[in-house]
Protein backbone atom coordinates (compact mmCIF):
# COMPACT_ATOMS: atom_id res chain seq x y z
CA UNK A 1 0.00 0.00 0.00
CA UNK A 2 1.21 3.48 -0.98
CA UNK A 3 1.73 5.73 1.88
CA UNK A 4 -0.64 8.72 1.01
CA UNK A 5 1.18 11.54 2.38
CA UNK A 6 4.53 13.46 1.54
CA UNK A 7 6.73 13.79 4.93
CA UNK A 8 8.98 16.79 5.35
CA UNK A 9 11.23 17.20 7.99
CA UNK A 10 10.57 20.34 9.72
CA UNK A 11 13.64 19.77 12.45
CA UNK A 12 17.11 21.16 12.06
CA UNK A 13 19.57 18.98 13.13
CA UNK A 14 21.39 19.33 16.48
CA UNK A 15 25.38 20.29 16.56
CA UNK A 16 27.74 22.69 18.75
CA UNK A 17 27.85 25.23 16.77
CA UNK A 18 23.75 25.78 15.95
CA UNK A 19 22.15 29.17 17.67
CA UNK A 20 21.12 28.92 21.51
CA UNK A 21 19.32 30.96 23.87
CA UNK A 22 21.91 31.94 25.47
CA UNK A 23 24.40 32.65 22.59
CA UNK A 24 26.65 29.30 24.47
CA UNK A 25 27.28 26.08 23.26
CA UNK A 26 24.16 24.30 24.31
CA UNK A 27 24.94 20.86 22.64
CA UNK A 28 27.83 18.10 23.23
CA UNK A 29 27.67 14.49 21.47
CA UNK A 30 30.79 12.85 22.41
CA UNK A 31 32.50 9.50 21.35
CA UNK A 32 32.21 7.75 24.76
CA UNK A 33 33.74 4.27 23.50
CA UNK A 34 35.24 4.35 19.82
CA UNK A 35 35.90 1.03 17.75
CA UNK A 36 39.28 1.03 18.63
CA UNK A 37 38.53 0.79 22.58
CA UNK A 38 36.44 -2.73 21.70
CA UNK A 39 38.21 -6.04 22.33
CA UNK A 40 37.22 -8.93 19.93
CA UNK A 41 35.30 -8.67 16.81
CA UNK A 42 32.72 -7.00 18.00
CA UNK A 43 33.06 -3.44 17.70
CA UNK A 44 30.85 -0.40 18.55
CA UNK A 45 30.88 3.64 18.91
CA UNK A 46 29.15 4.78 21.72
CA UNK A 47 28.18 8.13 22.33
CA UNK A 48 27.17 10.75 24.67
CA UNK A 49 24.77 13.82 24.65
CA UNK A 50 25.04 16.57 27.11
CA UNK A 51 22.77 19.34 26.04
CA UNK A 52 19.75 21.70 27.47
CA UNK A 53 16.66 20.68 27.02
CA UNK A 54 15.35 23.90 25.06
CA UNK A 55 17.31 23.67 22.24
CA UNK A 56 17.04 23.23 18.71
CA UNK A 57 13.83 22.62 17.38
CA UNK A 58 11.59 22.20 20.85
CA UNK A 59 8.69 21.91 21.96
CA UNK A 60 7.90 23.73 25.41
CA UNK A 61 5.44 22.23 27.84
CA UNK A 62 3.07 24.53 30.01
CA UNK A 63 5.46 23.87 32.80
CA UNK A 64 8.41 25.26 31.26
CA UNK A 65 6.34 28.42 32.86
CA UNK A 66 3.50 27.35 34.40
CA UNK A 67 3.55 25.92 37.83
CA UNK A 68 1.26 23.31 38.02
CA UNK A 69 1.21 22.77 34.42
CA UNK A 70 1.53 20.00 32.16
CA UNK A 71 4.88 17.81 31.68
CA UNK A 72 6.49 16.92 28.67
CA UNK A 73 5.67 13.36 29.73
CA UNK A 74 1.97 14.31 30.33
CA UNK A 75 0.82 14.58 26.56
CA UNK A 76 -0.50 11.40 25.12
CA UNK A 77 0.82 11.23 21.50
CA UNK A 78 -2.30 11.49 19.96
CA UNK A 79 -2.44 14.92 20.90
CA UNK A 80 0.72 15.63 19.04
CA UNK A 81 -0.62 14.87 15.35
CA UNK A 82 -3.06 18.09 14.25
CA UNK A 83 -3.47 19.93 11.68
CA UNK A 84 -1.34 22.40 10.25
CA UNK A 85 -1.75 25.62 9.59
CA UNK A 86 1.28 27.79 8.31
CA UNK A 87 1.07 31.81 7.92
CA UNK A 88 3.85 33.50 5.58
CA UNK A 89 4.49 37.05 6.79
CA UNK A 90 8.12 36.53 5.68
CA UNK A 91 7.74 39.09 2.96
CA UNK A 92 7.10 42.00 5.43
CA UNK A 93 9.23 40.91 8.06
CA UNK A 94 12.14 42.50 9.78
CA UNK A 95 14.24 41.90 13.06
CA UNK A 96 11.10 43.74 15.46
CA UNK A 97 8.16 42.39 13.16
CA UNK A 98 5.57 40.99 15.61
CA UNK A 99 3.31 38.92 13.94
CA UNK A 100 -0.10 40.61 14.66
CA UNK A 101 -4.06 39.70 14.98
CA UNK A 102 -4.68 41.88 11.50
CA UNK A 103 -2.15 39.38 9.74
CA UNK A 104 -4.46 36.60 11.30
CA UNK A 105 -7.64 37.94 9.78
CA UNK A 106 -5.87 39.02 6.40
CA UNK A 107 -4.78 34.79 6.09
CA UNK A 108 -8.48 34.08 7.71
CA UNK A 109 -9.93 36.19 4.62
CA UNK A 110 -8.04 34.10 1.96
CA UNK A 111 -8.58 30.92 3.52
CA UNK A 112 -11.07 30.96 6.15
CA UNK A 113 -10.98 30.39 9.98
CA UNK A 114 -8.02 28.67 11.06
CA UNK A 115 -9.80 25.25 12.18
CA UNK A 116 -9.87 24.14 16.39
CA UNK A 117 -7.12 22.02 17.30
CA UNK A 118 -4.60 23.18 14.82
CA UNK A 119 -1.10 24.18 15.23
CA UNK A 120 -0.58 27.39 13.71
CA UNK A 121 2.97 27.65 12.29
CA UNK A 122 4.36 31.32 11.40
CA UNK A 123 6.67 31.62 8.72
CA UNK A 124 8.87 34.66 9.61
CA UNK A 125 11.87 33.74 7.41
CA UNK A 126 14.18 33.84 9.59
CA UNK A 127 15.17 30.15 9.34
CA UNK A 128 17.20 31.55 6.64
CA UNK A 129 20.46 32.95 9.54
CA UNK A 130 20.15 29.50 11.21
CA UNK A 131 23.76 28.76 9.54
CA UNK A 132 25.05 32.39 11.10
CA UNK A 133 23.74 31.80 14.96
CA UNK A 134 25.07 35.04 15.48
CA UNK A 135 23.10 36.94 13.18
CA UNK A 136 20.00 34.56 14.18
CA UNK A 137 20.11 35.41 17.92
CA UNK A 138 20.82 39.15 17.23
CA UNK A 139 21.16 40.29 20.28
CA UNK A 140 17.29 38.83 21.26
CA UNK A 141 16.09 40.51 18.52
CA UNK A 142 13.78 38.65 15.89
CA UNK A 143 10.70 38.26 14.79
CA UNK A 144 8.47 37.60 17.40
CA UNK A 145 4.16 37.09 17.70
CA UNK A 146 1.94 39.82 19.40
CA UNK A 147 0.12 39.17 22.38
CA UNK A 148 -3.46 40.25 20.52
CA UNK A 149 -2.04 37.05 17.89
CA UNK A 150 -1.64 34.74 20.61
CA UNK A 151 -5.17 35.55 22.14
CA UNK A 152 -6.68 35.31 18.91
CA UNK A 153 -5.27 31.93 18.35
CA UNK A 154 -6.52 30.87 21.68
CA UNK A 155 -9.88 32.39 20.76
CA UNK A 156 -10.12 29.83 17.55
CA UNK A 157 -9.11 27.06 19.85
CA UNK A 158 -5.68 26.55 18.34
CA UNK A 159 -3.40 23.42 20.35
CA UNK A 160 -0.01 25.00 19.35
CA UNK A 161 2.28 27.86 17.81
CA UNK A 162 5.32 27.29 15.97
CA UNK A 163 7.66 29.95 14.69
CA UNK A 164 10.99 29.77 12.83
CA UNK A 165 13.17 31.88 15.09
CA UNK A 166 14.03 31.24 18.72
CA UNK A 167 11.11 31.88 20.55
CA UNK A 168 7.85 33.87 20.01
CA UNK A 169 8.94 36.38 22.31
CA UNK A 170 11.50 38.85 22.13
CA UNK A 171 13.08 39.43 25.97
CA UNK A 172 12.40 43.35 25.78
CA UNK A 173 8.84 42.66 25.00
CA UNK A 174 8.58 40.20 28.35
CA UNK A 175 7.13 36.30 27.73
CA UNK A 176 3.95 37.63 27.01
CA UNK A 177 2.57 34.86 24.75
CA UNK A 178 4.34 31.91 26.66
CA UNK A 179 2.42 33.01 29.87
CA UNK A 180 -0.84 33.27 27.59
CA UNK A 181 -0.78 29.99 25.53
CA UNK A 182 0.82 27.98 28.28
CA UNK A 183 -1.20 29.02 30.42
CA UNK A 184 -3.94 28.03 28.31
CA UNK A 185 -2.59 24.27 28.28
CA UNK A 186 -1.21 24.56 25.07
CA UNK A 187 2.33 24.23 23.11
CA UNK A 188 4.38 25.80 22.00
CA UNK A 189 7.65 25.28 19.13
CA UNK A 190 10.76 26.95 18.76
CA UNK A 191 13.11 26.95 15.68
CA UNK A 192 11.09 25.36 13.06
CA UNK A 193 12.84 24.40 9.70
CA UNK A 194 11.62 24.34 6.43
CA UNK A 195 8.48 25.96 6.33
CA UNK A 196 8.69 26.65 2.68
CA UNK A 197 7.91 23.13 2.08
CA UNK A 198 4.33 22.86 3.76
CA UNK A 199 1.57 24.48 2.32
CA UNK A 200 -0.83 27.57 4.27
CA UNK A 201 -3.49 25.25 4.80
CA UNK A 202 -4.13 20.90 4.35
CA UNK A 203 -1.35 19.35 6.00
CA UNK A 204 -0.62 17.73 9.20
CA UNK A 205 1.99 17.92 11.71
CA UNK A 206 3.95 15.39 14.45
CA UNK A 207 5.65 16.90 17.19
CA UNK A 208 7.49 14.17 18.25
CA UNK A 209 9.34 14.96 21.92
CA UNK A 210 12.30 13.18 24.07
CA UNK A 211 9.63 11.58 26.66
CA UNK A 212 10.92 13.32 29.67
CA UNK A 213 9.38 12.73 33.04
CA UNK A 214 8.66 16.05 34.48
CA UNK A 215 10.30 17.78 31.51
CA UNK A 216 9.37 21.14 30.90
CA UNK A 217 10.94 21.40 27.39
CA UNK A 218 12.54 18.69 25.02
CA UNK A 219 13.74 18.47 21.52
CA UNK A 220 11.91 17.05 18.97
CA UNK A 221 11.33 15.26 15.41
CA UNK A 222 9.16 17.62 14.02
CA UNK A 223 7.84 16.01 11.23
CA UNK A 224 4.80 17.75 8.31
CA UNK A 225 2.44 15.47 6.22
CA UNK A 226 1.07 16.61 3.17
CA UNK A 227 -1.59 14.66 1.59
CA UNK A 228 -0.41 13.41 -1.81
CA UNK A 229 -3.51 15.67 -3.77
CA UNK A 230 -2.63 18.73 -1.74
CA UNK A 231 -0.11 21.02 -3.61
CA UNK A 232 1.61 24.48 -2.48
Known amino acids: ?73 DFDVNDLIMPCVVIDVSDQCHERYSFSAEDVDVFESKYGLIPKGSCVMVKTGWSKFWHEPLKYHNNHVFPSVSSEAASLLLERGVSALGIDTLSPDRPEDGFKVHKTFLGADKVIIENVANLDNMPSIGSFVMVLPIKIKDGAEAPIRLVGLIEMDVGL
Open 1 to 73: MTFPYKIIDLTHALDSTIPTWNGGCGFNHDVHIDYSDCQGEDKFRVMKVKMHAGIGTHMDAPSHCIPGGRFIH
